[in-house]
């Protein structure tokens, strides 16, 4: 199998626009739980962390 | 458009960073093809972007200088990586026959798998201009190359997919299937 080496002859030929679109609805389906889930926690905590150590410095600055 | 250091009429992306990150977390799965390190390697981005905001030039694509710090970030670690372990993993899964299922579905699990076996710098191309909307000269700013590029990639990589997952001509369902637009209606904005 000559999978990415993409020398075969044939390779240059495009696939179908359908079957493209298929592949990027598909993909869209693999990584939209990520993109509609509730972010963890551990995120929203980092945030709120990098946030107070931002106020805190503009507090020490005054 | 002068530089003044304290004016306000942009959204401060110390605000605006909230509202990427959930694509920012689908794009992380994406390249590291699982959740928990896709959930270690935006926590690494959110921490060297708030380091380098100073860097950031209000009013210009916050998105775009979010990813290209996540993409930069997942690429040194695999770098490091790649000394260490082979990847010999995610092959079997993405050899195992994919066919959609009855309501002409592809296995996700199968397209992981094979998404994990392209090259990164194509898996990477699709990844944003064919999951997350990204236009081809957004993807090539992200990525740091040239449009031409990035669509080049993109359409190796869907040639590849079709390859790894045997989909001949005619085996994908119609386009048009119900619950896949039924899946995209939900989808929210911007992803």
Redesign the interface.
């Known amino acids: 199998m000559s999978i990415m080496s993409g020398k075969r002859n044939g390779n240059r030929k495009d696939i179908a626009p359908a079957v493209s679109k298929q592949i990027d609805e598909n993909l869209k389906r693999l990584y939209s739980d990520a993109a509609s889930e509730e972010l963890p926690k551990s995120l929203t905590d980092l945030l709120d962390a990098l946030r107070q150590q931002d106020a805190q410095k503009k507090a020490g600055e005054k | 458009m002068s530089d003044t250091p304290e004016n306000q009429q942009f959204t401060d992306p ?1 605000d605006e ?2 509202t990427h ?3 920012l ?6 390249l590291t093809g699982d ?1 928990s390190g ?2 270690d390697l ?2 690494e981005t ?2 060297k972007a ?1 380091s380098k905001f100073s860097q950031y030039n209000e009013g210009t694509n916050l998105r775009a200088w979010l990813f290209t710090i996540l993409r930069n970030t997942y690429l040194s670690k695999r770098r490091k990586q790649s000394r260490e372990v082979s990847d010999g993993e995610g092959v079997f899964a993405a050899r195992m026959a994919s066919k959609p299922d009855h309501d002409g ?2 296995a ?1 699990q199968e ?2 798998a094979a ?1 994990k ?1 392209l ?1 990164v710098e194509q898996r990477e191309a ?2 944003l201009v ?3 909307g990204f236009s081809i000269e957004e993807a090539a700013q992200t990525c740091g190359c040239a449009p031409g590029t990035i669509k080049s990639r993109a ?2 990589a ?7 997952l045997h ?1 001949e ?1 005619g085996e ?2 119609d ?1 048009t ?1 119900k619950s ?1 637009a039924m ?2 209606a ?3 904005n911007g ?1």
């Open positions: 110390r960073i909230v990150l959930p694509a977390r689908a794009f992380a799965r994406g959740v896709a959930d935006v926590q959110v921490l708030w579905r592809l996700l397209l992981n998404m076996l090259p699709l990844i064919g999951a997350m359409n190796r869907r040639k590849a997919l079709v390859e790894i989909l001509k994908l369902p386009s299937d896949v899946v995209m939900g989808a929210p992803f």
